[in-house]
């Protein structure tokens, strides 16, 4: 079974600032990687597909690379409503989801 | 557009099997994935398992001897049956489009107690 782990397990950031997530696959995903991000009492919202696609009405500021066994979501400039818990899934084989980075203010 | 919309009991007994329903609006069931995602109060996020193609199903492994899901085309529904269910099964469950999740359900949270 593919382990996804994310680092680090809080991320903490001024406002401003570049934020920079890293997800980790114990086995090739290809491009199958996604990245939610969710906010308390909300469902998660999907960030990026394919590793590196912007799902539609997401802001340019939001980036995702990488391929493989490793991914990088970035946050070029932290807008206030950034912070909160992202996670990564690869739907590679079945869908399996990391543990989460909290991304919190410094 | 497509929404989602989980229904059913909000607590169910140990022992007993957990019951929801996910009404689909704006898309078809005989196309996409249909995935069944829970998270437990203050946790992350678990995959439980997926119908697609008109009946095909995926579970999670550690899952599997627990789980069905199944889907009514003349409703445009999708449903999630868990059985002998702990405390441990406590949590927000969704109802889910596609393989990269694109459309969520509000989610409804679901106690296991006596």
């Known amino acids: 079974e593919i382990v996804m782990t994310q680092s680090p397990a809080t991320l903490s950031v001024s406002p401003g600032e570049r934020a920079t997530l890293s997800c980790r696959a114990s086995?090739?995903?290809?491009?199958?990687l996604a990245w939610y991000q969710q906010k308390p009492g909300q469902a998660p919202r999907l960030l990026i597909y394919g590793a590196s696609t912007r799902a539609t009405g997401i802001p340019a500021r939001f980036s995702g690379s990488g391929s493989g066994t490793e991914f990088t979501l970035t946050i070029s400039s932290l807008q206030s409503e950034d912070f909160a818990v992202y996670y990564c899934q690869q739907y590679n084989n079945w869908i399996i989801f990391g543990q989460g980075t909290r991304l919190e203010i410094k | 557009q497509v929404q989602l919309q989980e229904s059913g009991p909000g607590l169910v007994k140990p022992s007993e099997t957990l019951s929801l329903t996910c009404t689909v609006s704006?898309?078809?069931?005989?196309?996409?994935?249909w995935s069944w995602i829970r998270q437990p109060p203050g946790k992350g996020l678990e995959w439980i398992g997926y119908?697609?193609?008109?009946?095909?199903?995926n579970y999670n492994p550690s899952l599997k001897s627990r789980v069905t899901i199944s889907e009514d085309m003349s409703k445009n529904q999708f449903s999630l049956k868990l059985s002998s269910v702990t405390a441990a099964d406590t949590a927000v469950y969704y109802c889910v489009r596609d393989t990269a999740l694109t459309y969520w359900g509000q989610g409804t949270l679901v106690t296991v107690s006596s």
């Open positions: 119908i697609y193609y008109s009946g095909s199903t």
């Open positions: 704006g898309a078809s069931l005989s196309s996409y994935y």
């Open positions: 086995q090739s995903v290809s491009s199958n």
